[in-house]
């Protein structure tokens, strides 16, 4: 486990959903978090009190997190100095970059004289096995989204206290490095060799006969052309029973790549239960995720009542709304000994 | 480059597509391969002479290629052994396992002591991109299949010769250890890291303008549960103007997986049309591959044929019968100046 307290980086980023692992930390750990670091470029705060590296370690901080994301996970230089200059004011340095804190000797050598310790969230587990499609006893819930960075950890996170707020046994999988900086355990499902990435699932959420529900932390999209193929292997491991659909309704454009536009919520559901049907026939939508946080509150809940219509499913947005309504929906489709309703109904 | 010739590893085996790497060289570089090494127990033969280790560096090999494939790819104890005698006896190993030769310690000294080299095939490029799904210039034909181990290395190889044989510039672009071992190049897509599939293919296949060709070997199935996010990621990295889809219609389950029946071929071929679109829309199928190693000639025949008549599409088994019939429609299709033919025309 990485020691907390913990002080966020921010940098100079001028990215807002670059900085999500920064800002789930702020939000679903925020007990364990003393500050935020950035520099005056930086538009973003956390709500956090903004510290430099040895006045964090002097506010009790232990462990520098890098938490922020780009494409490709490198290491920028300007990162590496200042993973130094929180070495030398002691603390721990934690990355969830692809580039490995490890594999930078400067940082390496600096920790290993101060005395502290490295962590490389994104190293995948050793010897996974390669996905078998066995059916596997329990429930299990993915999240699965229009594009990358909108919502489905988030989603994931607020229908599992949802269910627990019910009584109901169940469980977040990580498979993101916020969602493991956050659960403590998980796995980073985009490092790990493309062999491996249903069965990497499969290890995740082993079958389960407690009548509780596993909740897989979806990644990617089937309609992102940079990572289409993990949202594929990681439908197929999870072996759903049940998935969330997320999308932002201010993105007319996929993540990184502005000559796509986001697909249509429609044909993204029927895309993706098509292609979990492959290792679970039955699988159904439960519910859609809005993340509404750029619109205000009459809109946001008039677009979730129109999508609610529209694809006859609860519609909600977790983070501002609650997931009431698609916890009470999912519970009900599968309840024990009822006939499995319709909306319609 | 691995030096060759070669002496190809049989082992103990008893799964006859388990020996792929070993056959795809003794049939591909047949020239370079002085002999096969295997046990009493092993039913197969490549028709290479059987010899020792020794015997085998005394006509003249310079490497033993350890070209068997299982589920996971670890190097078993007695593979070990004799990748030692081997060198022992002054060859050179290479191996597309996942586990690697050099991550084994008694090998790595070893080697070392002998003066020779130890090759791991699947150890992927440094510093792949992420996927970006830009329209790049140039012509690519991309092989799917129903399963794994069908035929879609055998059929690009096949498909290139012919390209060429019309006069057409057309590249192979390996994308599996046996495909990498047999042109000298490639990358080893499996081994990739999840986030990195499209991009690796991106890469391997650059933009090209001089009317020419890359035909690249497909992996997977975007129907077998434990690869389809490999095969997802390569039909969106590939970009591909043309698909051919290669079939075993010997094989009623997915390899490896006996819960699994194997696709049907209008339903596959659609599906891997639809993933195809997200980054090349005006896709199209050009062809279907048959492996009919196990019929006799009659029956295979006759059942390209009504494959052909049922799909709509030139049908061969191209190893056995040539690949001209596909390789005439699908240049037809792509002609400079015609209109797309379509087959009922």
Not at 224 to 246: D, E, K, N, R, Y
Request: glycine share 10%; proline share 8%.
């Amino acid at each position: 486990m990485i020691p907390a307290p913990y002080l966020l980086y921010l940098g100079r980023s001028d990215d807002e959903v670059g900085l999500k692992t920064s800002r789930g930390l702020a939000v679903f750990r925020r007990d364990d978090c003393v500050g935020e670091f950035r520099h005056d470029e930086c538009r973003f705060t956390l709500g956090l009190p903004r510290l430099g590296l040895a006045e964090a370690r002097g506010a009790g901080a232990r462990t520098l997190v890098l938490g922020i994301a780009n494409p490709g996970g490198r290491l920028a230089p300007s990162l590496v100095e200042e993973a130094l200059e929180a070495i030398a004011a002691g603390m721990n340095v934690a990355s969830g970059l692809h580039q490995r804190l490890r594999d930078e000797p400067r940082l390496v050598q600096a920790a290993e004289e101060a005395g502290v310790t490295l962590f490389d969230v994104r190293d995948p587990p050793a010897d996974l096995p390669v996905g078998n499609g066995l059916p596997r006893a329990g429930k299990r819930l993915l999240t699965v989204g229009t594009d990358c960075s909108v919502g489905k950890m988030y989603t994931t996170l607020v229908l599992r206290d949802a269910f627990r707020a019910r009584g109901v046994a169940a469980d977040f999988r990580a498979t993101g490095q916020t969602g493991i900086l956050i659960a403590g355990e998980g796995v980073p499902l985009d490092a790990v060799v493309a062999d491996f990435i249903s069965g990497a699932i499969e290890a995740l959420s082993p079958a389960r006969d407690d009548d509780g529900w596993d909740l897989i932390e979806g990644q990617g999209s089937l309609f992102h052309p940079s990572f289409a193929g993990v949202s594929t292997g990681l439908l197929h491991g999870a072996q759903p029973a049940a998935i969330v659909m997320c999308h932002d309704p201010s993105r007319p454009r996929m993540r990184g790549l502005p000559h796509y536009p986001l697909p249509d919520l429609a044909e993204c559901l029927a895309m993706n239960l098509q292609v979990a049907r492959l290792t679970s026939p039955d699988v159904r939508a439960v519910g859609v995720a809005l993340n509404t946080s750029k619109m205000d509150e009459v809109a946001a809940r008039r677009l979730c009542d129109e999508t609610a219509d529209r694809l006859a499913l609860p519609c909600t947005d977790p983070f501002r709304f609650g997931a009431d309504p698609i916890a009470d929906w999912t519970l009900r489709c599968f309840a024990p000994s009822s006939p499995k309703p319709t909306v319609s109904a």
